[in-house]
């Protein structure tokens, strides 16, 4: 398996612009987080899925952010105006199933910058 | 919630010396601490974990506490080199849905 595949890997945009970050999670696994990482606020949990299901958004900013899980081969977050304190390194993980409290496997991460 | 704290921010050590990173959780259901390593423009990934029936674990040269009562766990590098230059996290979490709160990083500058 090639892992969790985050793609942009980079992502430049405008304020104002709508921007889609995708993950494809490992093959099985049914836990997936979305994570924002930032120098001032660390490892930020903005939202979780189990079995595509939303499980607790509490974490995402604002109504710009949006999170969707299709299918279990599939998530996007949205943001939609982009701002420039957006601006972060936006990580997807996942968990296997059948254990709690096991090892998250991250993406390689999406830059954002939003100018 | 879960409030992690993690000390000191940043670390710097001569090579060959050893490296102690601390966290302090603040619920008690809290029962799995892992540590993430995470070196420069890559992806977190685990070095060791730790469940609350057990008080120490030890995997080469790191090795993590976990104290319930006091509610802190500490991770511990001996023997350090040049390639343990890295931010490391710790994290905790409760329960079945492997939610984790992550502390806020400590960057280890390992000087050779």
């Known amino acids: 398996d090639a892992g969790v595949i985050q793609s942009p890997r980079h992502e430049v945009t405008e304020m104002g612009q709508e921007v889609t970050l995708r993950c494809k999670p490992i093959s099985g696994h049914d836990y997936l987080f979305w994570y924002r990482q930032t120098m001032m606020r660390g490892l930020e949990l903005l939202i979780y899925?189990?079995?595509?299901?939303?499980?607790?958004d509490s974490g995402m900013p604002e109504d710009r952010f949006s999170a969707k899980m299709p299918n279990a081969s599939f998530s996007t977050l949205k943001i939609q105006p982009s701002e420039p304190r957006d601006s972060a390194v936006y990580f997807c993980?996942?968990?296997?199933?059948?254990?709690?409290?096991?090892?998250?496997?991250f993406g390689q991460g999406t830059r954002l910058t939003v100018v | 919630g879960e409030n992690v704290e993690q000390h000191p921010s940043t670390l710097s050590v001569q090579e060959g010396d050893s490296a102690v990173i601390k966290c302090t959780y603040s619920d008690s259901a809290s029962n799995y601490f892992p540590w993430y390593k995470q070196e420069l423009g890559k992806r977190p990934q685990l070095i060791i974990d730790i469940r609350s029936n057990v008080g120490e674990k030890k995997d080469q040269r790191i090795a993590v506490t976990l104290n319930k009562t006091a509610k802190h766990f500490s991770l511990h590098i001996t023997e350090t080199q040049p390639e343990d230059s890295a931010v490391y996290f710790c994290a905790a979490s409760r329960g079945n849905f492997n939610k984790f709160y992550f502390g806020s990083g400590t960057k280890l500058n390992v000087k050779p």
């Open positions: 899925f189990n079995n595509n299901v939303p499980i607790d």
């Open positions: 993980a996942t968990t296997p199933p059948g254990t709690a409290n096991t090892e998250a496997f």
